[in-house]
Nanobody, 121 residues
Framework: QVQLVESGGGLVQAGGSLRLSCAAS????????MGWFRQAPGKEREFVAA????????YYTDSVKGRFTISRDNAKNTVYLQMDSLKPEDTAVYYC??????????????WGQGTQVTVSS
């Protein structure tokens, strides 16, 4: 199984910043693209951002472009999501996963527990 642990969430006021981390075990970290997803209560899980294995290519859903930055450090088996200018609508549980693109970003690994991000107004 893929072992992914998300961290870095918390409570922040609108306009603030958070950096999320997704740590994978050395045994399970593979040469795959990685993505961040989020799910708000009562809503479907949605794609947020993705990054190629090399880190050369990044992709973002329109609602976070210009505010979020995805990055990775393969030497540390970790993927990050820097979130700036946070808005209340960013409130959700954030998850990471291995992804492939088949017209849309498709998660291929197992889900972790996620990390809660709450943005107050």
């Amino acid at each position: 199984q893929v072992q992914l642990v998300e961290s870095g969430g918390g409570l922040v006021q609108a306009g603030g910043s958070l950096r999320l981390s997704c740590a994978a075990s050395a045994r399970t970290y593979s040469r795959s693209a990685m993505g961040w997803f989020r799910q708000a209560p009562g809503k479907e899980r949605e794609f947020v951002a993705a990054i190629s294995w090399s880190g050369d290519s990044t992709y973002y859903t329109d609602s976070v472009k210009g505010r979020f930055t995805i990055s990775r450090d393969n030497a540390k088996n970790t993927v990050y999501l820097q979130m700036d200018s946070l808005k209340p609508e960013d409130t959700a549980v954030y998850y990471c996963n291995e992804v492939v693109n088949g017209g849309r970003w498709i998660p291929t690994g197992s889900w972790g527990q996620g990390t809660q991000v709450t943005v107050s107004s």
